[in-house]
């Protein structure tokens, strides 16, 4: 019988792809010696207070010894601008020839900040936007310490403005790291609520990229396979099970890491929009926020996104391979409403995930959410109505 599916059209696309990765348990041990890094003199190591007092930090950093320079553990959450030109100053004043981060997002992101800066010497805040950077920067090295934001592998960053109460956000291929180490045995420790925000962040990405405006056949595979490991081998709910499952937890790591290389090439969508809107304002964790909206934004996107959702929801074995592009969208959804807010368990309601927001934030939060650059691809295009009510829907 011929299958009645028409066949899929691909239209003109490019595709930035990572930098090489290193994966298996123990290897960020080894990496002082891998090419890349061992004709470094000045290695500054960008790091937060929470990884060195985990002990993480010693076993990757000693094999340097003195060529390590400065070890800056100041990262905070939501990574700073201002925290990114001071460290940038004290690179620039040791010499600085490469950078390491070991940490998550937000340390992987003042790195790419410090690179940035370093490269232009400039401060960070001007060089927001896109192609802002190009040319030449500082090798960087990417150990993540979390399973989220899958910055080890994207051409992004997003760095919090304090004095503005905004994020920043800069895609230029230079912020791609040179190399990224993908250690299990680091995220051992992670705690449960971190566990879980970050595996959400890692859908997220996923299904955005997928639905995006610039999707993409790359883009979409490396995307297919991050829900794979998430939604059917289980990998969140293994490592919430038993949190020294280094299996669990390294299938959470190349998750991300796929959905990292997935948004690279696809961008993403108006959950980003509105988490980075209620992430600046709030301090909500971004795992957090994008948890909030997916759902609803995954049930406004179906309009033109069934297709590729329901190709999705196939891949993954979701409801009969015969169901017709509704039914498939609906078990996906279902599916994804399922590994929020019962596996891994974040809130449903903004007024719970941030109790000092009023309902009368949310104007403001949907101004906000509509001029963030994330927005545009977003298969659907949703106006400041649209927005307010989704924030409405969540209240």
């Not at 790091?47 to 076993?59: Q, S």
């Not at 937000?106 to 001007?126: F, P």
């Amino acid at each position: 019988m011929t299958d009645p599916r028409p066949p899929t059209t691909h239209r003109p696309f490019q595709h930035t792809p990572a930098g090489p990765s290193l994966y298996g348990p123990g290897v960020a041990a080894t990496i002082a010696d891998k090419t890349l890094l061992k004709k470094a003199r000045n290695v500054v190591v960008v790091t937060d207070a929470g990884v060195r007092k985990a002990g993480l930090l010693e076993a990757i950093v000693a094999p340097f010894g003195v060529r390590v320079v400065h070890v800056e553990d100041g990262v905070v959450p939501d990574a700073d601008c201002d925290h990114v030109d001071a460290t940038a100053a004290r690179a620039r004043e040791l010499g600085c020839d490469a950078v390491l981060a070991v940490g998550g997002g937000s340390v992987m992101d003042t790195a790419k900040g410090v690179i940035a800066a370093l490269a232009k010497g400039a401060s960070i805040k001007s060089l927001e936007g896109v192609a802002t950077i190009r040319g030449k920067t500082l090798p960087l090295v990417c150990v993540p310490t979390t399973a989220g934001t899958g910055s080890e592998a994207t051409q992004f960053a997003v760095l919090k403005d304090r004095e503005e109460r905004r994020k920043r956000i800069y895609v230029d291929a230079s912020l791609v790291p040179a190399l990224a180490v993908l250690d299990p045995t680091l995220l051992v420790g992670l705690p449960r609520a971190v566990t879980a925000a970050t595996a959400v962040d890692t859908l997220t990405h996923a299904v955005e990229a997928i639905g995006s405006k610039l999707r993409n056949p790359m883009g979409s595979a490396l995307a297919t396979e991050a829900c794979r490991l998430l939604l059917v081998e289980q990998a969140l709910s293994r490592s919430l099970l038993r949190p020294d499952d280094v299996e669990a937890r390294g299938a959470c790591l190349i998750a991300a890491h796929l959905a990292g290389q997935a948004v690279s090439t696809a961008m993403l969508g108006a959950c980003h929009a509105l988490a980075h809107a209620v992430g600046a304002h709030t301090g909500v964790p971004h795992g957090v926020a994008n948890g909030l909206f997916l759902v609803d934004v995954l049930r406004e996107n179906a309009a033109k996104a069934a297709p590729v959702y329901a190709t999705l929801a196939r891949a993954l074995g979701l409801g009969a391979a015969r169901d017709d592009d509704a039914a498939l969208v609906a078990a996906l959804v279902a599916a994804i409403d399922e590994f929020v807010f019962d596996t891994a368990g974040l809130p449903r309601r903004l007024r719970d995930a941030a109790p000092a927001l009023t309902e009368a934030d949310l104007p403001m939060l949907a101004a906000a959410a509509l001029a963030d650059p994330d927005l545009p691809t977003n298969p659907v295009a949703l106006d400041d109505a649209a927005l307010h009510a989704i924030l409405r829907r969540r209240w």
